[in-house]
């Protein structure tokens, strides 16, 4: 059993910065790439950012590039989405998901319960 739970969320100020962090315990812990998603309301789901594995490819989106960094430490089992100059259309509810595989998946298997990110003056 694999369980993610995501933590950092809150309130901010458009321009602002969080660090979401991602802890992840289970049996299976090994090619365990681990993504970042968002949902806002009365939007889809979308892809926010993803790391692979071993922490040596990383992907983003493109509404996120240059301002969200993804990492992760593996010893500690966490993944960590450090998100600067934050916009308002940044705010949702991010989910750190993960899927047994070396490379991001499309539609992994294994979601935390979400954070809330609220950008807003």
């Known amino acids: 059993q694999l369980q993610l739970v995501e933590s950092g969320g809150g309130l901010v100020q458009p321009g602002g910065s969080l660090r979401l962090s991602c802890a992840y315990t289970g049996d299976t812990l090994d090619y365990l790439a681990i993504g970042w998603f968002r949902q806002a309301p009365g939007k889809e789901r979308e892809a926010v950012s993803c790391i692979s594995s071993s922490g040596g490819s990383t992907n983003y989106a493109d509404s996120v590039k240059g301002r969200f960094t993804i990492s992760r430490d593996n010893a500690k089992n966490m993944v960590y989405l450090q998100m600067n100059s934050l916009k308002p259309e940044d705010t949702a509810i991010y989910y750190c998901?993960?899927?047994?595989?070396?490379?991001?998946?499309?539609?992994?298997?294994?979601w935390g319960q979400g954070t809330q990110v609220t950008v807003s003056s």
């Open positions: 998901a993960a899927e047994i595989f070396r490379y991001c998946a499309y539609n992994p298997r294994y």
